[in-house]
């Protein structure tokens, strides 16, 4: 017990004082190993390796790039035009075009942050144009994004997989229909707040300009056609069609839309091979951490102390979701999944929990995350975009926070909105 208390506290102390979080996760194993046990320091590293020798992770890096490619090859440009011809003559247009954008660059990104930069760094402008007030358009800008981490593909689902032998292609189903429920609750929202404050609707654009905006963005739609279809076919695994989405966007971009050179692709495979290098130690160092919680029996003593709450599944999950949401306030989301999986798994087995239904809550508490203050990763690459300051960001994101609690518990209490489709194509 006293090695799992050096542990956590070490963790939190490091945290506190600054330090990166695989610092946080990797300083405070090898004291532990030093200290509490006979092993030797090189099983760090072992269990680090272990912890990213993982097939399925292979995705990673090819979705990572494909979605840097998109960013800046103008696919992203291409889909937010193509929203806005479609939903921007709504009641709150402009708010409905960000959140739908989101929700089809999520599709073929799965980066929260690079969905903020590539939506809101287009959309913020003209939202303060259209007399949208500062603080819901800073609000709507940093929680749009999170949708992306749902909706396949997804880094983080890929992660959880790895952790659990869940099935990617499952949970990526899963993870489309909960997402589009978690974006419809934003955009009725969003209505809402537009009807109540009268804001003016966008002109409605004509059927030519619709389909002027389709034919441009065909291309750029294309990719989450490869993704999801390939997967929902069964033409191709996750792993594949993470390849199949880099080639197809890379090959957009060169040929079709020629917004990509020589020069910003080498720049653009430089800033993903770094972005791959931060997720995998990233990963490495809480599988390492995870391990040695392991070792000292924390699972164990969760599970007897579960035991004595009597607790059903659903009230575990809500403790799960309150947990989730707390430490996605002060660490990164997926940091926080990754420590918590390992010490939870026991009990999730002892209570017949759909490890499908559990990944979708566990992703969902994430997207949460990634815009709660004070430290969501979210909040602070929208800062930049508005040239705001942190304290008006976390005013304006606190009524979707709310919306975002109501969309997990309906996506807890509801478990078909995510085993649908998983149970029409795999069972």
């Known amino acids: 017990m006293e090695m799992n208390i050096f542990l956590i506290v070490g963790m939190f102390l490091l945290l506190f004082l600054g330090a990166p979080i695989f610092v946080a996760l990797c300083l405070p194993t090898v004291?532990?190993?030093?200290?509490?046990?006979?092993?030797?320091?090189?099983?760090?590293?072992?269990?680090?390796?272990?912890?990213?020798?993982?097939?399925?992770?292979?995705?990673?890096?090819?979705?990572?790039?494909?979605?840097?490619?998109?960013?800046?090859?103008?696919?992203?440009?291409?889909?937010?035009?193509?929203?806005?011809?479609?939903v921007g003559d709504t009641t709150g247009g402009l708010a409905f075009?960000?959140?739908?954008?989101?929700?089809?660059?999520?599709?073929?990104?799965?980066?929260?942050?690079?969905?903020?930069?590539?939506?809101?760094?287009?959309?913020?402008?003209?939202?303060?144009?259209?007399?949208?007030?500062?603080?819901?358009?800073?609000?709507?800008?940093?929680?749009?994004?999170?949708?992306?981490?749902?909706?396949?593909?997804?880094?983080?689902?890929?992660m959880y997989c790895t952790m659990t032998n869940a099935s990617v292609g499952e949970l990526f189903m899963a993870g489309l229909t909960a997402g589009l429920v978690y974006g419809a609750i934003f955009l009725v929202y969003i209505y809402?707040?537009?009807?109540?404050?009268?804001?003016?609707?966008?002109?409605?654009?004509?059927?030519?300009?619709?389909?002027?905006?389709?034919?441009n963005a065909l291309w750029a739609l294309g990719v989450p056609i490869i993704i999801i279809g390939g997967i929902y076919s069964g033409i191709c695994t996750p792993t594949e069609a993470s390849g199949l989405s880099c080639v197809y966007a890379l090959l957009v971009s060169v040929f079709i839309y020629k917004e990509m050179d020589m020069k910003l692709f080498r720049e653009t495979l430089v800033a993903s091979i770094k972005t791959t290098a931060q997720t995998m130690i990233l990963m490495a160092a809480a599988s390492a951490f995870a391990w040695l919680l392991t070792v000292g029996g924390l699972?164990?003593?969760?599970?007897?102390?579960?035991?004595?709450?009597?607790?059903?599944?659903?009230?575990?999950l809500a403790l799960l979701c309150v947990y989730m949401l707390i430490a996605g306030m002060f660490i990164d989301g997926v940091s926080a999944f990754m420590i918590i999986l390992p010490i939870v798994m026991s009990t999730v087995t002892?209570?017949?929990?759909?490890?499908?239904?559990?990944?979708?809550i566990m992703i969902t508490t994430v997207c949460i995350g990634m815009f709660s203050p004070p430290f969501g990763l979210n909040l602070f690459v929208a800062q930049p975009i508005?040239?705001?300051?942190?304290?008006?960001?976390?005013?304006?994101?606190?009524?979707?926070?709310?919306?975002?609690?109501?969309?997990?518990?309906?996506?807890?209490?509801v478990p078909g909105i995510s085993l649908f489709l998983p149970n029409i194509l795999y069972h």
């Open 31 to 86: 004291a532990a190993i030093m200290l509490f046990t006979n092993n030797e320091i090189t099983v760090v590293a072992m269990k680090m390796f272990g912890g990213i020798d993982k097939f399925s992770l292979l995705s990673v890096p090819f979705f990572i790039l494909a979605a840097n490619i998109m960013k800046n090859g103008g696919i992203g440009r291409r889909i937010v035009n193509w929203a806005a011809a479609m």
């Open 350 to 360: 002892a209570l017949n929990i759909d490890l499908i239904h559990l990944g979708v």
């Open 97 to 158: 075009t960000a959140e739908v954008a989101s929700m089809f660059f999520g599709a073929v990104s799965g980066s929260s942050p690079s969905t903020v930069v590539a939506i809101g760094g287009l959309l913020y402008p003209g939202l303060r144009e259209k007399k949208y007030p500062k603080g819901f358009s800073l609000g709507l800008i940093a929680s749009s994004g999170s949708v992306a981490l749902l909706i396949p593909p997804s880094i983080t689902a890929i």
């Open 192 to 215: 809402l707040y537009a009807k109540r404050h009268r804001i003016p609707k966008e002109a409605r654009a004509s059927w030519k300009d619709k389909g002027r905006a389709t034919l």
């Open 386 to 413: 508005a040239n705001a300051k942190m304290g008006e960001i976390y005013k304006g994101v606190l009524p979707f926070f709310l919306i975002s609690i109501i969309a997990l518990a309906i996506i807890v209490l």
């Open 299 to 316: 699972p164990q003593l969760f599970s007897a102390w579960m035991a004595t709450l009597n607790i059903n599944a659903l009230g575990f």
